[in-house]
């Protein structure tokens, strides 16, 4: 199957991460059909990658500023049957791109997400990869584990946070891929639109997310006999730079979390919105909080930290979403896009995001 894979830049200062991505794209086993960078809305970055990779379609936000914009900007050009998403700070093992196309022998798959793991600090820096990609993949996917220092209190539960797979995502049918890592079959947007803007990250201060939550609950709508799956085999690493590996990053991160799950109930109903929601509350954050003090209990004193960080965790995203559910306004759809199913989306007014 052709593959176009998509990544989204927005600003210089991840220069190297984004051609760290590109090179690992570049190097695939399932060679790309395209590589399609989207800028977004900053002409000097543009102008600098452009001339910088001259094999790959770059291009600038057609739309309104925000990962949203960005990622539809790149499926209107996307010329694959398939259309992958990669973050600009994150690099893909050589068998990502096969591991995602393999999972569409089943025509009922419309949309495969992957593995990804943190490159927390201390690892190899871009420009490393940069300069030596080959043998840091290599040894990277070799044994496809986080990299650098994770701190003691961080608990992989709450690895969503800095963009990862956590702990709790089990292989297999699932009701929404996570945005850095998934792809879709070019059919999928013509089914159920675009990615909508006003619920994830655009321009400010807040984290936001949750636009490709939205988009997979609209596209399973449309075509309920579709799956989406996550595979395992399809890994990338994730850079977590050192401000997002503390507590206060977490405590916000949560915090936008909140808000942004309040927009995608509001858009699609809380029984889809908080459907998955659930089982991690109820199931898969006691049973952290139980590892952590039993862990601290055996002289691991970062058990309670974490066991700390999930109460605090849950806690702030929970408020995070009552504040959201009060002071919500609905947003747009792209323009040239099909506009979203169902309820129209919203975003907690006054509110500012960031990616």
């Known amino acids: 199957m052709k593959c176009s894979v998509v990544i989204c830049a927005f600003t210089d200062e991840r220069w190297d991460d984004v051609h760290a991505a590109v090179e690992s794209v570049r190097r695939q086993r399932h060679a790309p059909h395209e590589i399609i960078v989207s ?11 452009k001339a910088s990779l001259p094999d790959v379609i770059v291009v600038e936000n057609r739309h309104g500023r925000g990962l949203s914009g960005g990622k539809n900007t790149g499926f209107e050009l996307a010329a694959g049957d398939i259309v992958a998403y990669l973050d600009d700070d ?10 995602l196309a393999a ?21 190899p820096s871009s420009a490393e990869l940069a300069r030596d990609h080959a043998a840091i993949v290599a040894e990277l996917a070799a044994a496809p584990a986080e990299v650098g220092r994770r701190p003691r209190w961080f608990p992989e539960e709450f690895d969503w946070t800095v963009g990862c797979t956590y702990r709790g995502m089990v292989p297999g049918p699932i009701r929404n891929l996570m945005g850095g890592n998934c792809s879709f079959r070019a059919e999928a ?3 159920a639109g675009g990615f909508t803007t006003g619920i994830g990250r655009s321009v400010g201060k807040r984290p936001l997310g ?3 939550t939205e988009f997979c609950i609209r596209l399973g709508r449309r075509r309920p ?5 996550f595979d395992d085999r399809a890994v990338i690493w994730h850079r977590v730079p050192a401000t997002r ?10 915090y936008a979390e909140g808000l942004s799950k309040a927009l995608v109930t509001r858009s699609v109903g809380a029984g889809d919105g908080l459907a998955s929601e659930r089982a991690h509350v109820l199931k898969t954050l006691p049973r952290g909080v139980l590892r952590g003090l039993a ?28 504040v959201g559910s009060l002071t919500a306004a609905a947003p747009a759809a792209p323009a040239g896009l099909a506009a979203p199913a169902a309820d129209t989306a919203v975003a907690p007014g006054g509110v500012e995001v960031t990616r």
């Open 39 to 49: 800028v977004d809305h900053n002409r000097d970055l543009y102008v600098r990658l």
């Open 90 to 99: 994150a690099v893909a093992a050589p068998g990502w791109l096969a591991a």
């Open 103 to 123: 999972g569409y022998a089943d025509r009922d798959v419309i949309g495969v997400g992957g593995r990804t793991l943190p490159l927390w600090p201390g690892s």
């Open 189 to 191: 947007f013509e089914i």
């Open 210 to 212: 949750c636009e490709e």
């Open 225 to 229: 006999d579709s799956v989406l799956l």
């Open 245 to 254: 590996a503390r507590f206060g990053y977490l405590r916000a991160r949560c």
């Open 295 to 322: 862990t601290a209990g055996r002289g691991d004193v970062g058990g309670l930290g974490r066991a700390g960080a999930i109460v605090t965790g849950l806690s702030v995203t929970a408020w995070g979403y009552l």
